[in-house]
């Protein structure tokens, strides 16, 4: 599916904004920060699908995402926006980067 196909079903309310978060290994770290973020952005009315996964899927599971939070520093450069994920991890900054998330997800249904 390409990026037009992707935005047609998000469009046409198919799809939910579909968010990547990863860690070194996708298994604890990436799962626990992806479930409380599917939590916080459904809990603001917002319709996402947040998906956990490892640096080394990363490229194959990056197509139709819009963003993608990084729990490590990231190892290569991505096509969609960048919120890192530290925050999460820290509490430190949580906040703002859960606003940089809500504005990308809006910004995504308004396309």
Do not use: W
């Not at 198919?14 to 599917?38: H, N, Y």
């Amino acid at each position: 599916m390409g990026i037009d196909e992707v935005m047609t079903a998000f469009e046409g309310g198919c799809m939910p904004a579909r968010i990547l978060v990863t860690c070194g290994s996708g298994i604890g770290t990436s799962r626990a920060v992806a479930r409380k973020l599917e939590g916080i952005l459904s809990a603001r009315g917002l319709d996402v699908e947040v998906v956990p996964t490892d640096d080394t899927h990363l490229t194959e599971k990056l197509e139709g995402a819009i963003a993608y939070v990084p729990l490590v520093k990231p190892q290569q450069k991505v096509d969609v926006p960048v919120v890192l994920g530290y925050p999460f991890l820290v509490g430190t900054g949580e906040e703002a980067a859960i606003e940089e998330l809500v504005s990308l997800v809006e910004a995504a249904n308004k396309n």
